[in-house]
């Protein structure tokens, strides 16, 4: 099956720096990634679309400098926490959609544990 | 306003037995559904999904369930394993902006498959 790498799985950070999280599609090209976010105990909540080769579509509520995404190739998104703080603690997965058909798939990535100090 | 309702946390089932998680959702838009199966800090694995021009469809062990006029989706998952212990998320897809689909996830509902 399709397989979606993410990293890192996990990452500690002090106050104030940045973090770049990677996702890659390794066996298909994926036109369009989409970052979650999840507590925990909660739903996966959908933070952005990333669209290769244009500007990444936010959802009502996140911060579009805050989290920065780069979608540059057809199978490479970046999601970079900048200035992190400990409220940006949280569990990020990234989604891959492959279409065959009719029928479109999404494919996850084994998800970042990110913990600020 | 939580458009996909998982109203089960947790569900607690005999190995052997018939699992049954719910779903129900409030957006007539959506498309198409799907479940994914979550262990704990691993990514969504794709389990089953249906179209809306569909009832039900079928994949082994899992069957999944649709009644539009009610809104409500369910998956059944028989014979249920140990294995199969695991957080199960209902996902529904609509129409997103700049013609992209969004996907809207349910809360999750925690398998626990009892040897």
């Known amino acids: 099956g399709a397989v979606v790498s993410q990293h890192p799985s996990w990452v500690i950070c002090k106050s104030g720096t940045s973090v770049k999280i990677e996702c890659r599609s390794l066996?298909?090209?994926?036109?369009?990634m989409f970052w979650y976010r999840q507590f925990p105990k909660q739903s996966l909540m959908l933070m952005a679309t990333s669209n290769e080769g244009s500007k990444a579509t936010y959802e009502q509520g996140v911060e579009k400098d805050k989290f920065l995404i780069n979608h540059a190739s057809l199978t490479l998104s970046t999601l970079t926490v900048t200035s992190a703080h400990p409220e940006d603690s949280s569990f990020y997965i990234c989604?891959?959609?492959?279409?065959?058909?009719?029928?479109?798939?999404?494919?996850f990535g084994s998800g970042t544990q990110l913990s600020v100090l | 306003d939580q458009q996909v309702k998982q109203n089960s946390p947790s569900l607690s089932v005999q190995e052997g037995r018939i699992s049954i998680l719910n779903c129900d959702y409030t957006?007539?838009?959506?498309?198409?559904f799907l479940w994914y199966k979550k262990y704990p800090a691993e990514g969504p694995t794709f389990l089953i999904s249906?179209?809306?021009?569909?009832d039900k469809n079928e994949d082994g062990r899992f069957t999944v369930f649709l009644n539009k006029s009610a809104k409500h989706l369910s998956l059944h998952i028989v014979p249920s394993q140990p294995g199969d212990s695991a957080v199960y998320f209902c996902a529904a897809k609509s129409p997103g902006s700049g013609g992209y689909q969004k996907v809207t996830f349910g809360t999750g509902t925690k398998l626990q498959v009892i040897p």
């Open positions: 989604s891959a959609s492959k279409t065959s058909g009719w029928n479109e798939k999404l494919f």
């Open positions: 249906i179209s809306s021009i569909k």
């Open positions: 066996d298909f090209q994926a036109t369009t």
């Open positions: 957006n007539s838009m959506f498309d198409y």
